[in-house]
């Protein structure tokens, strides 16, 4: 669906984005696991700005492409969000269920600021509303793997985004 250099191209520019908006200040980049490891060091390798990184763990999905209306923290972040300006980094956003969710328990933190960026956005799935500040993608209804992106956890090494065919 997206080749390699296209996705490169549009972290690159994004990265490029976000340094601007951040100019003079400094972004704690939350790396959402386990999908979004590969977005998330691409994208920081294109900030100028001082970047930190933590990473937490949630699941909402089973082995297969139906989500289960459930979200549930698996990993939490090692370190407090006080003061910070921070930015969660997701792979896909599809019903919006994981980061509505995310978005409530990690603005209680009281970060300075809280943004989120998605490699991949799913805007017709939406079951919950969410806003999305930085998006590399928009992409139509199909289920995509690569980049991240798992089908029963293979796939994530792709380095392109490719459809499954079911
Ligand atoms: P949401 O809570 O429905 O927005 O789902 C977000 C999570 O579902 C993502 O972080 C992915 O792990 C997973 N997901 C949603 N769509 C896809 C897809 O097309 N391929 C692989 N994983 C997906
Ligand atoms: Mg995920």
Redo the contacts with the bound molecule.
């Keep these: 669906m997206i080749p390699e250099e296209d996705v490169n191209r549009r972290i690159a520019e994004m990265g490029k984005k976000i340094s601007e908006d951040y100019a003079g200040s400094s972004v704690h980049l939350i790396c959402?696991l386990k999908?979004?490891i590969f977005f998330t060091c691409e994208l920081a390798k294109r900030i100028t700005v001082p970047v930190t990184l933590d990473f937490m763990s949630c699941s909402?999905?089973g082995s297969g492409?139906k989500?289960s209306g459930v979200?549930k923290i698996v990993k939490d972040l090692d370190e407090p969000l006080e003061g910070r300006n921070v930015i969660v980094v997701?792979?896909?956003?599809?019903?919006?269920?994981?980061?509505s969710y995310l978005l409530e328990i990690l603005g209680a933190r009281n970060p300075k600021s809280l943004a989120l960026c998605t490699l991949?956005d799913?805007p017709e799935?939406r079951?919950k509303d969410v806003k999305v500040d930085y998006v590399g993608f928009e992409i139509e209804d199909?289920?995509?793997?690569g980049y991240g992106?798992?089908?029963a956890q293979r796939y994530r090494n792709l380095p392109y985004v490719g459809v499954?065919e079911l």
């Design positions: 959402v999908g979004s909402s999905y492409t989500s979200v997701e792979d896909i956003i599809d019903s919006g269920r994981t980061l991949l799913k799935r079951v199909k289920f995509v793997v992106l798992d089908y499954v």
